[in-house]
């Protein structure tokens, strides 16, 4: 079944494997996943990613990462910017998020970058995602 949100599906279902404590995860993957999945793995929200070459569409596997007593590393993960109401921010309205012990993925000029990096390179863009 065809989903009109692939990010924002991305996102859920990380949210649910999170919670169910799995150890990996695997979705269709796109190149604006595989950069979401790049900036959550520089970040240390995930352990890593592999994407694996299929027909028709290429996958991705998340390897979710947890602390002691497996709590999860991610413990909330919201879509901000929705295919029926885009969300774009300049450098100066980038939220914080949890007064800076969350980021912010957006989705910039420069590419897909977290919320520090693009203060750092002066530019805004569509805010994808929020992450703590």
């Keep these: 079944m065809p989903v009109n949100d692939p990010v924002g599906d991305m996102l859920t279902r990380l949210r649910n494997a999170s919670r169910a404590r799995h150890d990996k995860l695997v979705l269709p993957?796109?190149?604006?996943?595989?950069?979401?999945?790049?900036?959550?793995?520089?970040?240390?929200?995930?352990?890593?990613?592999?994407?694996?070459?299929k027909k028709p569409q290429n996958d991705i596997t998340l390897m979710l990462k947890y602390g002691p007593d497996r709590t999860p590393v991610i413990t909330g993960i919201k879509r901000m910017s929705k295919p029926g109401l885009r969300r774009y921010v300049a450098v100066r309205e980038i939220p914080r998020v949890l007064g800076g012990l969350g980021i912010s993925i957006l989705s910039t000029?420069?590419?897909?970058?977290?919320?520090?990096?693009?203060?750092?390179?002066?530019?805004?863009?569509?805010?994808?995602?929020?992450?703590?």
């Design 109 to 132: 000029s420069k590419g897909v970058m977290v919320d520090h990096e693009a203060h750092k390179q002066n530019v805004g863009g569509e805010l994808i995602c929020t992450v703590y």
């Design 29 to 53: 993957s796109s190149k604006l996943k595989v950069e979401v999945a790049k900036v959550l793995k520089n970040e240390g929200f995930i352990a890593d990613y592999v994407t694996h070459e």
